[in-house]
């Protein structure tokens, strides 16, 4: 959710900031979509895991070691 109106600025920002902080997963722009895919959505910055189907299944906010994230995939994968 950029506080930014020009799309096309914000998604600039969001591929520096990725960019320079070497996030090699996807980023997403909040719209009324996602924030309906997101009923409780809780703060940022959140990290969503999507199944197959598009269902968030599991919402993390804040930082978190690589491990558990790793193995949140890897049950959710399962």
């Known amino acids: 959710y950029e506080r930014n109106d020009d ?3 914000a998604i600039k920002g ?3 900031f990725a ?3 070497e996030m090699n ?3 997403v722009i909040g719209d009324d979509q996602t924030q309906e895919m997101v ?3 809780r703060g940022y910055p959140p990290t969503l ?3 197959r189907e598009g269902k968030v299944r599991l919402q993390l906010v804040g930082a ?3 491990s558990k994230l790793e193995s949140v995939v890897t049950a959710l994968l399962a």
Do not use: G, T
Request: hydrophobic letters at 25%; one cysteine or more.
């Open 7 to 9: 799309q096309d600025e």
């Open 19 to 21: 960019e320079s902080h």
């Open 25 to 27: 997963y996807p980023c």
């Open 39 to 41: 009923p409780e959505f």
């Open 14 to 16: 969001i591929r520096s």
């Open 64 to 66: 978190h070691p690589l």
């Open 49 to 51: 895991f999507i199944d």
